[in-house]
């Protein structure tokens, strides 16, 4: 978010209007503002509508799957009077000699935010998001966005939620070292063909090389180099929250045994489910990135009878991961309620357009299928239950991405499960203070959540 939200109230059972359109947004945001518009809408039990948070422009970064809320922000905390900081982007050294390149064959790039005092020694890593490109005419346009090139890249993003390093916002990471890894190889880093020429056409499936050439340049830079007690923690963000699954244990073997290193996947946790035509559509679109891009061999829990489509889903991803990883996911997830469980092919009389946009205008049986797709995440995950060392937490808000957002991630208003706000459920996880397992109950029952009412779905697969 790019402006100050103020209190309003509204009429019961109606959303806000969205802010005006003359309300004042920072660069990085203006290209996606006439893409997405959003609000957030904080709901009372049994759907009354308590108070709501209108917000300007929600910068969405993405100009084809996902949502990218991991560059978008929300206003300071009131104690602390100012907006978050502008980080500048770094391109990676030498990209072309090690091969590590986004689609279009820029250097890909990150921002670094050093830490200060106690927290000099501690590195946060952020694995932005932001979708797939299954084809070459998706990747080609990709080639030409901020998620293809770093010629198209912000010069300067803001750091906020778990990247802010304002202590009233971010009490256990705000003086850490901090990095956000840019997202332009189109397959949650983990691509790594040799040949360029696809069809007459350069394109570079490089993210496993973009992986590690930053890993090892950010070493270069003091990430194994700590004289005290070392703590790291690799965080990412939807399509980069699935790309922690993947290089959770890669990131651990980097780093000094003695050390603490943990992972937090944010909305990254995706469903191989049936949509509500009986179709599996993210299962197919999973199918043709990983063909592609040759993910197949990349990971190791795919055996030749699976579907190559299944090899991609979290489910399978985690069962090799032995480094605690923090689970965090809405049950109602707006970017899987808009495609993967009612793609909009899989609606064709468009019954579903009001309930993809706002979860207060879903029918009762619309709500009766989002609760079976709520069922269906808790199955998903009931083994990781079983994991100690492990940390979930499932909201049951109508949301996608939420610790990069000021709001959600800590804040007088942020949604809370059992009483516990986000980051402090993931400050005791990471700091071993409890065993965290937060599951929330179903929608309408938490008033705390911020749902989000959508002009318009996220663009389309």
């Not at 889903?313 to 480094?323: A, C, L, M």
């Amino acid at each position: 978010m790019r402006s100050d939200p103020s209190s309003h109230r509204a009429a019961a059972g109606r959303p806000m209007s969205p802010p005006s359109p003359a309300a004042p947004l920072h660069s990085a945001s203006a290209p996606a503002a006439h893409h997405l518009r959003l609000w957030w809408r904080r709901r009372g039990r049994a759907g009354a509508v308590g108070a709501t948070f209108a917000v300007a422009l929600l910068a969405a970064a993405l100009l084809l799957a996902l949502s990218y809320y991991a560059s978008s922000s929300v206003p300071p905390a009131a104690s602390s009077g100012r907006g978050p900081a502008l980080v500048e982007l770094t391109l990676l050294r030498r990209a072309e000699e090690k091969g590590a390149l986004c689609l279009d064959g820029s250097a890909p790039g990150y921002h670094l935010q050093r830490g200060s005092g106690s927290g000099s020694e501690s590195w946060l890593i952020h694995l932005e998001g932001g979708g797939w490109c299954r084809n070459l005419k998706s990747c080609a346009s990709r080639q030409k966005s901020m998620l293809g090139s770093s010629r198209y890249m912000e010069h300067q993003v803001e750091f906020a939620g778990i990247l802010s390093d304002d202590k009233s916002q971010n009490p256990d990471f705000y003086n850490w070292n901090k990095v956000k890894i840019r997202y332009c190889d189109g397959a949650s880093f983990s691509g790594n063909v040799k040949d360029e020429l696809q069809n007459g056409t350069r394109f570079f499936f490089r993210g496993q090389r973009i992986w590690e050439a930053v890993m090892n340049e950010l070493l270069f830079k003091g990430l194994r180099n700590a004289k005290q007690i070392f703590q790291a923690f690799l965080t990412g963000c939807s399509a980069g929250g699935l790309a922690t699954y993947i290089h959770c244990d890669a990131f651990r073997a980097l780093l000094p045994k003695d050390s603490r290193v943990k992972c937090l996947a944010d909305g990254g946790f995706f469903l191989d489910v049936e949509d509500i035509s009986g179709k599996r559509t993210i299962r197919a679109f999973y199918r043709d990135v990983v063909h592609l891009q040759g993910l197949r061999e990349r990971f190791p829990n795919c055996n030749s009878n699976m579907d190559p489509g299944q090899c991609f889903f979290p489910r399978e991803v985690v069962k090799d991961i032995i480094t605690p990883v923090f689970v965090l996911n809405p049950a109602y997830d707006a970017w899987q309620v808009q495609h993967v469980l009612a793609p909009e092919a899989s609606d064709p009389q468009r019954s579903w357009l009001n309930c993809r946009l706002d979860i207060s205008e879903c029918s009762s049986n619309q709500l009766d299928i989002l609760q079976g797709f709520r069922k269906k995440l808790h199955d998903a995950i009931s083994e990781l239950r079983q994991k100690r060392d492990w940390g979930i937490y499932i909201n049951s808000c109508f949301v996608h991405c939420q610790t990069l957002n000021s709001l959600t991630w800590h804040s007088p208003s942020s949604p809370r499960v059992n009483n516990k706000s986000i980051a402090e459920a993931v400050r005791d996880w990471f700091f071993d203070r409890r065993e965290v397992k937060e599951i929330d109950c179903e929608y309408p029952c938490n008033p705390t959540c911020h749902n989000l009412v959508f002009a318009k779905p996220f663009k389309a697969l």
